[in-house]
């Protein structure tokens, strides 16, 4: 084989593992949400494929012909590749609510089988290429260097161009198609006397590319962030549930704004009646977007407030626009971009209310959970202003503790509300965190929460239920690791 054709071969291979990588967190999100136990999952999947392929394919390249080897490879590689999306599409509807298990396996299934056979691809082109002893680490180094190169080239293009702007799956047919092209042309090249193999092979990637087309895509729309949807629900006519990727992340009635169908969205409109009672106007900001639930609320309830919207995803504003007739207005805006950096454009004491409620996956994002991060929330908010966030987590709620305890550092009141059972650390689920300069009256709150069948914990109690927590800052905030282990456990 000549030199060029070797590395170029090497580096098309190595790119379309790393692009499979990349992709294979957005396949697996639908169904096991996006954490660190997906990242995990994947990165391992892929290592333990290099591992193995890069081991046997050297093993066997050493007692087979190369020359016989390197084309079906390729081939076998394409049409691997191909039938991850079926694969996945299918065993993920079976996964049930993921976790560890469910995520590993996931990953193993889908793409364990793809990285080995692609990554045996650069041992049996060394071997190819191997003429004089003399040259061995010269001829090594070179193609582990170019494989590497487009392992690079595969992880930025994707990262930083596909994903944002093709569809996940679009972009796997896409290196799929490639690889059998490929392979088919270097099987025909190298080796004639298998024609009954390579005809299965071609056959086994039809078929499969057959199997992925009709498999139903579980998004109706697929961001360079989530897998979104938009489901009816059946109780209400006008009722509307947002899910991104695995959660359901908001509900909104299109006919009754005012309806709250989710517990965390009831206490913080308990929080803020309690705190600023009255039908007077509003200023807010939210950080996270979802299905706008809050913003259309307190316009509805609060007519003439002012709500501005910090999201990352831009195709959650117009999912919200195209099917949960979002109408934005100079009364509600929306800013795009991470909220850590768009907060710092809200002038200081301009707002009544901050509503954190923003995640990936069943996290919130760690920067925006974070002393410096409270900080700048506190000096946007009015002089009796209210700080409400909604947070995810499981006992022993390590997370939602030390968050409550960064939240006293920069407030003179906290308090949290859930459900008993969660406080007494038995079941885990939805937290609302309130901060504030000025003490509501408790005593109402209280009842507004236990309306719907949650307590309000402060004082002695809410010291009790911290205990030990530490406080989150920018070096030290293990928000989707705590997470990970609490949801195993």
Known sequence: MPRVLAGCLVFVTSAA?????????????????????????????MLAGIAAGSWLGGYVADRVDPRRLVGPLVVA??????????????????????????????????????????????PTV?????????????????????????????????????????????????????????????????????????????????????????????????????????EKDPARAGGRTLWLDDLRHSYVDLDDPTHLEFDYAKSVADAVAVSQPGTDPIDALYVGGGGFTLPRYFAAIRPGSQARVLELDPAVPEIARDRLELETSDALQVDIGDARLNIRNTPSDSVDLVVGDAFGGLSVPWHLTTREFVEEVNQVLRPGGIYVINVIDYPPFRFARAELATLREQFEWVGAIASPSKFARVIGGNVVLVASDRAPDEAVLENAAAAHADTLVTGSELVAFISGAPVLTDDYAPVDQWLVTERGA
Request: a positive charge; charged letters at 10%.
């Open 126 to 230: 060394v071997k190819l290429q191997l003429h004089d002893l003399h040259r061995t680490g010269g001829v090594v180094g070179q193609l582990s260097g170019i494989g590497t190169l487009g392992a690079l080239v595969g992880t930025f293009v994707t990262g930083f161009v596909l994903v944002a702007n093709v569809p996940t799956r679009a972009v796997i047919y896409g290196v799929a198609a490639t690889l059998l092209v490929i392979g088919i042309a270097l099987w025909i090249w190298l080796s004639r006397r298998d024609p009954v193999v390579v005809g299965a092979i071609v056959a086994f990637a039809i078929l499969g590319g057959g199997i992925a087309a009709v498999v139903r895509a579980p998004c109706q729309v697929e961001s360079a962030y989530f897998c979104m949807r938009v």
């Open 77 to 122: 590689g394409g049409a691997l590749a191909l039938v991850t999306v079926p694969i996945v599409r299918g065993l993920g509807d079976a996964s049930g609510q993921g976790g560890s298990a469910a995520t590993v396996f996931l990953a193993l299934a889908g793409f364990f089988l793809p990285a080995a056979v692609l990554s045996a691809v650069t």
């Open 17 to 45: 593992i790393l692009v499979l990588e990349i992709l294979a967190g957005r396949l697996l999100a639908p169904y096991v949400g996006v954490s660190l136990e997906t990242y995990t999952a994947v990165i391992g999947t």
